[in-house]
């Protein structure tokens, strides 16, 4: 049986949200929209896979670039790098299930990140390499920069 809560999920987003939060704080579960209320945890989950994913490509693109074009280097790669390594440390401070993930985010982004560093420098695709040249360790790393000893 459809709730009148669950009918608002489809005409009015905001609302449906806070009709739902209201009867979890007043214990009316019967009420719930238990089905879409699910839906949306899940997606959730997945949206904080993403932003992961979107900060690693972004920092691993500008690692490629950092080490392939040294005499190219700028205030404002380093502050990218920077910003999304602190990105991705807070992303994983608040969700640290998602670090057991970040292996396969990284294998699959790479190449991602490697059609990015060459469109940016004008450098051919194979000139970086085919899988991630970087651990976990060392991308995750605020001090680490490729090229220095």
Known sequence: MRTRVAALYETDYAR???ENAALLRAGRFDEL????IAEELEDMGRSE???VRSHLRVLITRLLK?????DHRSS??????YNARRSIAQ???ESPSLRRRLPDFVAHIHVDAVFNAANETDLPEAT?????????DQLLDIDYWPGRP
């Open 91 to 93: 992303r994983l401070q």
């Open 33 to 36: 929209d238990v089905a879409n």
């Open 128 to 136: 970086f390499p085919q899988a991630c040249p970087y651990s976990i």
């Open 66 to 70: 950092w080490e392939h074009q040294a």
């Open 49 to 51: 896979g993403g932003a």
């Open 16 to 18: 449906w949200l806070f």
């Open 76 to 81: 404002s790669w380093r502050g990218s790098i």
